[in-house]
């Protein structure tokens, strides 16, 4: 079984463009979560689903993010526009919700905003 | 508001020791704590814990939860050059009828040769 698949891996874009990061996540899973990973913060929850439904985006940072899940097997965080402080890892992480299962993450994108 | 906190920040030792990293929570309707290590990629899953003093175990690696004083600790044994990451601490609580991972800023782990 495919993990969960997130592109690009990598991501450079000049401040004040639109940035997309996509996610698969794993087959059967019904809870998503995008993650946001800095030295200085850690690891910070941005937002997540169950069942395809916005739970929780308190975490989303500004209104310049947002976040979408359209099916269960596709979810996009964008960021419009992106700003350098906006540089991290993001990563994508999904689980069976009520089943006692651990999280599983996606290798993440980079993005670094010039 | 929901918090897990990691100690120490950051653990220089030589290989051949033994090491003791530390998480404690403060969250509404915990349901599970678990343990992450990560290199350079994605945090990979170490251990999951529901009930308190039952020492999971797995080669060098050893945890255990305490749901009263609402702590866990990670230990390794006989530590490697290949154990240096940085090991995650997580907790699973119910919120808005569904569960969410909270996560600590995490142990930096260097094991020198």
């Known amino acids: 079984d495919a993990g969960v698949i997130q592109s690009p891996r990598h991501e450079v874009t000049e401040m004040g463009q639109e940035v997309t990061l996509r996610c698969k996540p794993i087959s059967g899973h019904n809870s998503l979560f995008w993650y946001r990973q800095t030295m200085m913060r850690g690891l910070e929850l941005l937002i997540y689903f169950n069942n395809n439904v916005p739970i929780d985006d308190s975490g989303m940072p500004e209104d310049r993010f947002s976040a979408k899940m359209p099916n269960a097997s596709f979810s996009t965080l964008k960021i419009q526009p992106s700003e350098p402080r906006d540089s991290a890892v993001y990563f994508c992480?999904?689980?069976?919700?009520?089943?006692?299962?651990?999280?599983?993450f996606g290798n993440g994108t980079r993005l670094t905003v010039t | 508001e929901d918090k897990v906190v990691q100690s120490p920040l950051s653990l220089v030792v030589h290989e051949g020791d033994t090491v003791t990293l530390n998480c404690s929570y403060e969250?509404?309707?915990?349901?599970?704590l678990l343990w992450y290590k990560q290199e350079k990629k994605a945090p990979t899953f170490l251990f999951m814990l529901?009930?308190?003093?039952i020492e999971k175990k797995s080669g060098r690696l050893s945890s255990i939860l305490d749901k009263k004083e609402l702590f866990s600790i990670l230990n390794i044994t006989a530590t490697q050059t290949g154990d240096s990451a940085i090991y995650l601490c997580?907790?699973?609580?119910?919120?808005?009828?569904?569960?969410?991972?909270?996560f600590g800023t995490g142990t930096r782990l260097k094991v020198l040769a």
């Open positions: 997580a907790v699973e609580a119910l919120s808005s009828g569904t569960y969410k991972y909270i």
């Open positions: 529901t009930s308190s003093g």
């Open positions: 992480a999904s689980s069976f919700a009520f089943n006692r299962s651990p999280l599983h």
């Open positions: 969250v509404t309707n915990f349901r599970s």
